[in-house]
């Protein structure tokens, strides 16, 4: 399934950061992307201790880059450019401790054209990891928020791929129609990069009126500022799941819809609904779920989660620096 995304990288030839350089997760994983060639890695933390994590594991990193915050020859320059970005709420003194933390040092690396795409959070929280990213890089034009969704994916006998699409599952609390809007445009992108041709349902507790509420409101004023928005893409709402999913209850529930029975990306009503969405898929399904995958951004960055392992570092920096 990373196929394409290994092909991308293989054309342009693209520098990863990885926050938590230390890390012996973070170092099988930059060991075996320099092994393979495609993607290369940039550590932050104390070149010493590095070093000593990497031969400990015996990992190679030999000419990998290391950079430490506190040695950092170009500090000043950093400082000055996040004091400018941050537009008076920090000040010189602010900001040079913020950069001193792996997190704020490694995004202001993309932000200078340093690195290309960020990985971080083995060790520090989603906030810890989005902040940076919001204040720094912020959005991309005509973006207002940042989102997410999971790539969730199952083998089958054949050695077929089943692969979905899920948003936002990890950001958004509460999202707005006019944020469900962009959660749906951004999400449908992110799938199209894993080879899925989006058809987007955008689900609630009712499909087509059949249930009443706030929610239910908002996800069919949604579907139709997604179709004023992005006139392109296929999507239906609102939908309950198994009319999304289940060709014989779409025949029955919203017959004609261009997405019922075949939907591939589903967007959800709240992170409640998508949280424990995307984790009963994974548990009760068998899929492997990637992500969260950041959507907005105005560079590719990611979080992981603190109980990843190596083989997830891996991946996920390829999704992160592959869907620039």
């Not at 997760?25 to 104390?46: C, M, Q, Y």
């Not at 509460?174 to 894993?194: G, S």
């Not at 069919?220 to 060709?247: H, M």
């Not at 399904?285 to 109980?307: T, W």
Request: charge should be negative; charged fraction near 25%; hydrophobic fraction near 40%.
């Amino acid at each position: 399934m990373f196929k394409n995304l290994i092909d991308v990288l293989k054309k342009n030839p693209r520098k990863i950061v990885f926050t938590e350089g230390p890390d012996p997760r973070i170092l099988e994983a930059a060991s075996r992307l320099k092994k393979d060639g495609f993607l290369t890695p940039i550590l932050v933390g104390n070149v010493d201790e590095v070093k000593s994590a990497a031969k400990s594991g015996g990992f190679d990193i030999d000419g990998l880059e290391i950079y430490d915050p506190l040695t950092y020859p170009k500090m000043d320059e950093m400082v000055s450019t996040m004091v400018e970005l941050r537009k008076g709420k920090m000040t010189a003194e602010d900001c040079q401790k913020a950069l001193s933390k792996g997190n704020y040092f490694g995004t202001m690396l993309v932000k200078m054209g340093v690195a290309d795409a960020l990985l971080g959070g083995a060790t520090y929280s989603t906030a810890d990891t989005v902040r940076p990213a919001l204040q720094l890089i912020k959005t991309k034009p005509g973006n207002k928020i940042v989102s997410s969704c999971f790539i969730l994916v199952r083998e089958d006998a054949d050695g077929a791929f089943e692969t979905y699409a899920m948003g936002d599952c990890a950001i958004n609390i509460d999202p707005t129609e006019d944020d469900l809007m962009e959660i749906a445009v951004e999400t449908a992108k992110t799938a199209k990069a894993f080879g899925v041709e989006p058809k987007v349902a955008m689900l609630s507790y009712s499909t087509k009126g059949s249930g009443k509420g706030e929610s239910v409101d908002k996800m069919r004023n949604a579907t139709e500022k997604v179709k004023a928005s992005a006139p392109e893409l296929s999507v239906d709402g609102e939908l309950q799941v198994d009319a999304a999913l289940s060709p014989v209850v779409a025949e029955t529930k919203c017959k004609g819809s261009p997405v019922a029975g075949q939907a591939n990306t589903f967007i959800f009503p709240d992170i409640n609904a998508g949280n424990i969405g995307y984790k009963m898929a994974q548990r009760f399904g068998g899929f492997d779920a990637f992500g969260p995958i950041l959507q907005g951004l105005n560079a590719p960055i990611n979080d992981l989660s603190r109980g990843c392992n190596a083989e997830e570092v891996y991946q996920m920096a390829i999704i992160t620096a592959g869907l620039k």
